[in-house]
């Protein structure tokens, strides 16, 4: 499985982006989706999770700001990213997980997004 991100760049305090991920090779073995992010200086943290059956989960930082959602049809995911702080910059990855399993073994090449005036 190959994913590519896209969709990073510059953008001002209470502006929006959104991520796109595009899943090639053996996608029929892929779960759950998500989303990490890691900032300059700290560890990556999980932003969003969509599973297979569209449940979705966020981190208590983005809850209400940012949505992840998946088009099944075209093998990618997304992250709507809405009135984004300066505390959102981090490059951004896409990461997938074959069913049934609990750990990311796919991950993008990760995408910058930054958050400045």
């Known amino acids: 499985v190959q994913l590519q991100a896209s969709g990073g760049g510059l953008v001002q305090p209470g502006g929006s982006l959104r991520l796109s991920c595009a899943a090639s090779?053996?996608?029929?073995?892929?779960?759950?989706l998500a989303w990490y992010r890691q900032a300059p200086g700290k560890q990556r943290e999980s932003v969003a999770t969509?599973?297979?059956?569209?449940?979705?989960y966020y981190a208590a930082s983005v809850k209400g700001r940012f949505t992840i959602s998946r088009d099944n049809a075209k093998n990618t995911v997304y992250l709507q990213m809405n009135s984004l702080k300066v505390e959102d910059t981090a490059v951004y990855y896409c990461?997938?997980?074959?069913?049934?399993?609990?750990?990311?073994?796919?991950w993008g090449q990760g995408t910058l997004v930054t958050v400045s005036s």
């Open positions: 969509i599973t297979t059956g569209g449940s979705t």
């Open positions: 990461a997938a997980r074959d069913s049934g399993s609990i750990q990311y073994r796919y």
């Open positions: 090779g053996s996608i029929s073995s892929i779960g759950a």
